[in-house]
């Protein structure tokens, strides 16, 4: 089919035209001030962040509401985590579903009517800092990117969590099962995944505190987002608590953060 054959060649050319330019200065100040983890990636990985960024703020469209007005600050600080993901498994590309990014100034959501036991009826808000659409947009509000930039080692991210979405959903549903190559990958995900999940949903039921955030129980579709966050925010103390579940997601992201030096040490050297 020529007609696609062209379509392909027109997007390797665009895509070229964007990571043959120099990779903005102001924008690598962004990255360094806002994502520690690039200090720790190899050469080859720091390259292909920089060019996914690169891909990722020319191809993307950002939105600001509200009071909020976008910068370039915003989109990098946003795109950095969002490549950080894809930088060992380039053959998915830099997210082609998606289209749109949309920047909330904070917390959003609706507020709901529920009814008590004494009948009476009760608002209840519903508040979110992000939410991914299959074919849609992902939503983030500015305040919570902040605030994951703040503390890089508490084990949440919104950017990490919403786009661990849009990976899942990648091959068009969601459901904690990212798009594996091969049927043995696929097998020992489902038996690894599943036996975590259904343990972490019983000790939450149980009202145990446990190390991942308690969030992760709503569905395995939350629960592959829950366990990213601390994959790359945690790695070491997921490595100890949930080794299996560590080695299932260290071969899908082909990435080892718990092979980072420490934030500790690094400021030591």
Not at 133 to 150: C, E
Not at 154 to 175: C, K, P, R, T
Not at 230 to 245: G, N, T
Request: proline residues 6%; contains cysteine.
């Amino acid at each position: 089919m020529l007609w696609l054959d062209r379509i392909f060649r027109r997007k390797r050319i665009q895509r070229a035209r964007i990571t043959n330019r120099p990779f903005p200065g102001d924008w690598l100040r962004v990255i360094h001030r806002t994502a520690p983890f690039y200090r720790h990636l190899s050469d080859d990985h720091q390259c292909a962040l920089r060019e996914n960024v690169h891909v990722f703020v020319v191809e993307k469209q950002f939105r600001a509401v509200g009071d909020l007005e976008m910068t370039d600050e915003i989109k990098v600080t946003i795109a950095a985590p969002a490549c950080l993901l894809l930088v060992g498994i380039p053959h998915f590309d830099v997210y082609p579903r998606l289209r749109e990014i949309i920047v909330r100034p904070r917390y959003f959501g609706n507020v709901i009517e529920a009814v008590g036991p004494d009948g009476r009826r009760y608002r209840i808000p519903q508040m979110r800092s992000g939410e991914a659409w299959r074919r849609g947009p992902v939503v983030l509000a500015w305040d919570s990117v902040k605030r994951s930039v703040a503390r890089p080692c508490d084990g949440y991210n919104v950017v990490f969590h919403e786009f661990a979405h849009v990976l899942d959903m990648q091959a068009g549903i969601s459901e904690g099962a990212p798009p594996l190559e091969t049927k043995q990958q696929q097998v020992a995900w489902a038996s690894v995944f599943n036996t975590e999940y259904e343990a972490f949903v019983e000790a939450d039921r149980r009202g145990e505190r446990t190390f991942l955030d308690p969030y992760g129980a709503s569905n395995r579709a939350e629960f592959f987002a829950v366990v990213t966050e601390h994959f790359f925010e945690q790695p070491r103390q997921l490595a100890k608590l949930h080794a299996a579940l560590y080695e299932q997601l260290r071969l899908f992201y082909r990435q080892n953060p718990a092979a980072w030096p420490s934030e500790r040490s690094v400021s030591e050297m």
